[in-house]
């Protein structure tokens, strides 16, 4: 399996961005796909994720502000991050979930200016 994630980049506190991320490879139906964060010093966390189902869970500081979403025609998972704060600055990795394995996406790298 293959993560291809894009959208990363630099945004002022209070802009948008969106992530996405492509799968490719072997693909199960079932899966869970998602995106976490490292910030620098810090470690890894989960910003959100999503089921095939469409059932989602979100890290507290960043529910109200962050939609995740996904296509599943086009293993496709994205991440809509509105009113981005200082402090939502790290590299943003994709995740994908299936057959009780995880894959990773290189990171894509978001950085918001105050």
């Known amino acids: 399996v293959q993560l291809q994630a894009s959208g990363g980049g630099l945004v002022q506190a209070g802009g948008s961005l969106r992530l996405s991320c492509a799968a490719s490879g072997v693909i199960s139906n079932i899966n869970t796909m998602g995106w976490y964060r490292q910030a620098p010093g810090k470690l890894r966390e989960l910003v959100a994720a999503i089921t095939t189902g469409g059932s989602t869970n979100y890290a507290d500081s960043v529910k109200g502000r962050f939609t995740i979403s996904r296509d599943n025609a086009k293993n496709t998972v994205y991440l809509q991050m509105n009113s981005l704060k200082p402090e939502d600055t790290a590299v943003y990795y994709c995740?994908?979930?299936?057959?009780?394995?995880?894959?990773w996406g290189k990171g894509t790298l978001v950085t918001v200016s105050s």
């Open positions: 995740q994908r979930h299936q057959w009780g394995m995880d894959y």
